[in-house]
């Protein structure tokens, strides 16, 4: 994975050199004549040997485009192999980010291991935690556990919080190291108390799953309100919908829940602004309020939301004119390369339809995107990535797509990292190599992705280019989930019903469901459906399950249609037994070919009760359907 350089101590190093003050009415001015002055400084100090202007000199050339600094790696390692001969451990850590991405130099990861390691003796806490990643993974250097917790260890020593969750971490799932969940809780403890969100949530995690500590919903609420509190915008969200719809941990309480869906659509998490934007909309729990509510929907797009992109798309496609339309048709296709089944519906419908203008703008918006991204913007080149591979305006090119998306992910993407795993792992434009795509996953795993560690579990549970390794896939999979990602929470509840590795427990599989249910997930809103019918892991609520069934077929969900369908056919369920409404279920499945829902709809036949009202079915046949379906991945 590709670092970020860390400017932290930019500002506090040039003061430190240049302490000056220089008069002028216009801020813009004195602001541009300052930059100069201190670059000129900067430079005469750097040549007269001062090493923290040596560094801050390594700094500007790597950043560029700064008063005239020109981005020049090659310059930059210059200075910053000056700055180390004064044993700057700053300047180290850059010389081993420098190698780390192949910045002015070739990728050379037992090269950046040297100047990690240079750099962690001069005390530098996050060059210490690099080496102790780069051990604990073998990348570039032989894998050493021991010697990753060593330097994880120094890292903590000097307060890195990051260090102490990860060494946690290490203890708790027993991986590389031998298990001690005592140790574990200790760093775990020690990081979530110095700030680390991360470490919280994990602890509430643990509290809530039981596993090697009691269950202690007291302990599960504490961890989690002190990881929202810390930031975290996973456990906002969490504690939102806690809130929100009342839960064992909080009562119902719909300003907390918009105040939490706020800090965290706030801390970029889209399904919060999501979640926000309707509340605000609808009025629910709060004053109605539609430009607030359409602000956080926008934003929730923007962060990648599918129904929220959906919203948008509908939204625009209401308005006249042509910029709002193309807006409305560039929403709809980004929720349906997610798989929103209402935006794959209504982007076939616009091929369909196509409008020249909005045609002939989208080609010179191409034009402006490629020139950014021939630029050098990593964005654009993501987004250039994505147009080649969903072939909305461009002719497929799976080739081209995956030239992109390496460009955006030599520049440290994480999304590129991602989607150029997939093309790797499935060989689409270039040769399959499910080894380099293992390598993307991880690459992106490391730095948090949740995308990246649902594809790194599923590799690791298939034993697929990796050795095989379920409790690493079991953890990847918590590790996703713990970020709301929807399809890791499905996989857990399948894993935690079939007791495929893990003990089966089907209240933890009811409860992974849910969470993967209200962010939208058909599949897991079928089988918690499925449990609230048959009273698995949950009390039966047949009214439960017909709403999450209900939620499941506004996506035409054939599954969901079929046994909404079963549910009022029932005679069984006196209080909600409708034969016509089951008939309209059965025919929206079969509208859409469903032989199964044909079946269903043929044997409707009305028996006559004793005073003659047609009041219930007779059996339904036999299908190749369970009529108690086992929960889909």
């Given amino acids: 994975m590709k670092r970020s350089l860390s400017y932290a101590s930019f500002l506090r190093r040039s003061l430190a050199i240049l302490p ?22 900067i430079k005469n100090a750097a040549l007269r040997g001062d090493y923290n202007a040596e560094y801050l000199l390594g700094n500007l050339y790597s950043k560029g485009n700064v008063e005239g600094i020109p981005k020049d790696f090659h310059l930059a390692l210059h200075w910053y192999q000056e700055a180390t001969k004064n044993h700057d451990g700053y300047a180290a850590q850059m010389i081993g980010l420098l190698y780390y991405n192949g910045d002015g130099v070739p990728i050379d990861i037992a090269k950046a291991a040297y100047w990690y390691q240079k750099a962690a003796q001069e005390g530098n806490a996050n060059a210490a935690r690099e080496l102790a990643t780069l051990y604990i993974n073998g990348e570039g250097i032989p894998k050493n556990p021991e010697r990753s917790v060593y330097w994880y260890e120094q890292a903590a020593k000097l307060g890195d919080s990051e260090s102490c969750r990860r060494l946690g971490m290490l203890y708790w799932t027993g991986e590389d190291i031998s298990s001690n969940k005592k140790e574990a809780l200790h760093w775990l403890e020690k990081a979530a108390n110095i700030g680390n969100w991360s470490a919280s949530m994990s602890l509430a995690s643990f509290y809530h799953d039981g596993d090697a500590v009691p269950v202690d919903n007291k302990k599960e609420a504490y961890w989690l309100k002190k990881s929202a509190e810390q930031g975290g915008a996973p456990t906002q969200a969490i504690i939102a919908t806690h809130y929100y ?7 119902v309480d719909k300003k907390k829940a918009i105040y939490w869906y706020e800090q965290a659509a706030k801390n970029y998490h889209g399904y919060a602004a999501q979640r926000l934007g309707v509340i605000y909309y609808n009025g629910d729990g709060i004053k109605p309020d539609k430009e607030k509510g359409f602000y956080w929907l926008k934003r929730a797009a923007e962060l990648g939301d599918a129904e929220a992109q959906r919203i948008m798309g509908l939204s625009y496609q209401k308005v006249d ?25 209504w982007v076939s419908h616009l091929y369909k339809n196509k409008d020249p203008q909005i045609t002939e703008s989208h080609l010179s918006a191409l034009a402006d995107l490629r020139k950014k991204a021939e630029s050098g913007d990593k964005e654009a080149q993501y987004l250039l990535a994505l147009e080649y591979y969903k072939a909305a305006h461009l002719p497929q090119d799976y080739i081209q797509s995956a030239y992109w998306f390496q460009k955006a992910a030599d520049q440290g993407d994480i999304k590129a990292k991602v989607n150029l795993g997939a093309l790797y792992y499935q060989g689409k434009g270039v040769t399959q190599d499910p080894k380099q795509a293992a390598t993307l996953f991880q690459q992106a795993a490391d730095q948090n992705d949740p995308t990246g560690q649902l594809f790194m579990g599923i590799l690791y549970e298939e034993g697929e280019a990796i050795s095989k390794d379920t409790k690493k896939a079991l953890n990847l999979y918590k590790q996703a989930a713990d970020q709301n990602n929807a399809n890791a929470e499905l996989i857990l509840g399948s894993l935690y019903y079939e007791g495929k590795i893990v003990p089966p427990n089907f209240k933890k599989s009811t409860d992974f469901y849910r969470k993967a249910a209200r962010s939208g997930n058909i599949r897991a809103q079928c089988n918690l459906a499925d449990a609230y019918l048959n009273g698995i892991g949950v009390k039966k609520d047949v009214e439960a399950a017909i709403y999450w069934l209900q939620q499941a077929a506004k996506s035409d969900d054939i599954k969901a249609e079929i046994n909404l369908g079963k549910i009022y056919a029932d005679p069984k369920n006196q209080e ?32 006559e009760t004793p005073n003659g009202t047609p009041s219930k079915t007779e059996s339904l046949p036999q299908t190749t359907e369970d009529n108690q379906a086992k929960p889909e991945s």
Avoid at 245 to 251: A, D, E, R, T, V
Avoid at 321 to 344: H, M, P, T
Avoid at 582 to 587: L, N, Q
């Fill in 245 to 251: 719809y009342g839960s064992y941990l909080f009562p």
């Fill in 20 to 41: 000056f003050l220089l008069p002028c009415s216009s801020k813009t001015y004195a602001s541009m004549a300052i930059a100069k002055y201190q670059i000129e400084n």
């Fill in 321 to 345: 004119s042509i910029e709002d339309r193309e807006k409305g048709e560039f929403w709809l296709k980004n929720a349906a390369v997610q798989g929103d089944e209402e935006a794959k519906k």
């Fill in 576 to 607: 909600i037994f409708a034969l016509d409404t089951a008939k309209d279920w059965f025919k929206k499945a079969a509208d859409q070919g469903s032989e199964d829902a044909k079946n269903y709809l043929a044997s409707l036949t009305p028996v």
